[in-house]
C-alpha cells in the first residue's frame, strides 16, 4: 500500500546573512523565527563566525561573489515573498546585496547589523557608507538605537531622537523605519517608534510600548525581530500590522528565552507565530 503525499506550500522567505556557530542569532536564528511564523525560510550565508554565548572570537566574509551566486540561486527557485538582511561584513557585501534586492520585487527587511552590545562597531567607515543604497531599497529598516546614530550621524537617547532619526531614515529613501528602544532608557517600559513615509516628503509615526524583561539574555534579539517581520510580510500582512505583531511576540522570546551556554543565553524564535 502507498501512502499518498500531502505537501504543503508555505511562503517563502529569504535571509541574507551572518553564520553564528553559537546558533542564537544570525542564519540559524532566523530561520527559527520564519519557520515559527509558517514561512519556509531560504538562506544567504556572507560570513562565517566563531562565536559562543560568551562572544564572537572570528569573522570570515564570504566573497561577494559566492553572495551573488547563492542569491541567484534561490531567485532562480523560489518565488521569495520577502527578504531580510543581516550582518553583510563588508562594503563590496553590502553594494553586491543592495544590487540584487533592488532588482527584486519582494519587501526588504533591513537590520543594520553595525554596532556590537559592547558598543564596538563592526564595520568599516566605507561599509557604513555603503548602506546609504540598501536603506534607499528598504521596504524597512530596523536599527537599534546605536545603529541609528551611526546611520543618522546623531544622538538618540530618547523616544523623540528615535522618531527624529526613523524620520530622516524615511527621508534617505527607506520606506518605513523602526528604531528599536531596547537600548533607551532603562524603565519598566521599552518603546518601539515606526516612521512610515506617506509621499510628498510627510511621514507617521507610531509608538509601540512593551514591557522590559530583567534578563541579559537578549542575544538574537535584533535578528529574530527582523526575521519575524519578514516571515509577516511574506504572508501578505500590511506593513504595519506586520512590525506591531512582531514586536508584542518579541516580549515573550525574550521572556522564554534560551538559558544555555555560559554566557547571557539568547531569544526563542520557537515562541513565536503564536498569535
Given amino acids: 500500500m502507498t501512502t499518498a503525499r500531502d505537501p504543503v506550500s508555505p511562503p517563502v522567505a529569504l535571509s541574507i546573512a551572518g553564520s ?8 540559524q536564528a532566523d530561520l527559527k523565527a520564519m519557520t515559527a511564523h509558517g ?4 538562506s544567504v550565508v556572507t560570513a562565517t563566525t566563531a562565536q559562543n554565548t560568551r562572544g564572537v572570537r572570528d569573522v570570515h566574509a564570504v566573497p561577494p ?3 551573488a551566486s547563492q542569491c541567484d540561486a534561490v531567485f532562480d527557485d523560489f518565488d521569495v515573498g520577502a527578504v531580510k538582511t543581516g550582518m553583510l561584513a563588508t562594503a563590496e557585501t553590502v553594494e ?24 564596538d562597531r563592526l564595520l568599516s567607515p566605507d561599509a557604513e557608507e555603503a548602506y546609504e543604497g540598501l536603506i534607499e531599497a528598504a521596504t524597512l529598516v530596523t536599527p537599534n538605537a546605536d545603529e541609528a546614530e551611526v546611520l543618522v ?7 523623540a531622537d528615535a522618531e527624529r532619526a526613523g524620520r530622516e531614515l524615511v527621508a534617505m529613501g527607506a520606506d518605513a523605519a523602526l528604531v528599536k528602544g531596547g537600548h533607551i532608557g532603562d524603565g519598566e517600559l521599552v518603546t518601539d517608534t515606526l516612521v512610515i513615509g506617506e509621499g510628498e516628503g510627510e511621514a507617521t509615526a507610531l509608538r509601540f510600548e512593551t514591557s522590559r ?7 538574537g534579539s535584533g535578528c529574530v525581530l527582523s526575521s519575524a517581520i519578514a516571515a509577516r510580510l511574506a ?8 512590525v506591531a505583531a512582531a514586536v508584542e511576540e518579541m516580549t515573550e522570546a525574550i521572556r522564554r528565552g534560551y538559558d544555555v551556554g555560559e554566557g547571557p543565553g539568547a531569544v526563542n524564535p520557537t515562541v513565536l507565530g503564536e498569535k
Avoid at 514561512?39 to 531560504?42: A, R
Avoid at 504572508?235 to 506586520?242: S, V
Fill in 235 to 242: 504572508r501578505g500582512e500590511p506593513l504595519r500590522e506586520a
Fill in 39 to 42: 514561512v519556509f525560510g531560504t
Fill in 213 to 219: 524583561i530583567a534578563t541579559e539574555a537578549t542575544h
Fill in 153 to 159: 550621524d546623531g544622538p538618540v537617547d530618547t523616544p
Fill in 20 to 27: 553564528d556557530s553559537g546558533g542564537g542569532a544570525g542564519i
Fill in 96 to 119: 553586491t546585496v543592495t544590487g540584487l534586492v533592488a532588482t527584486d520585487s519582494a519587501p526588504v527587511v533591513v537590520d543594520p547589523v553595525m554596532v556590537a552590545a559592547t558598543g
Fill in 65 to 67: 561573489a559566492h553572495v
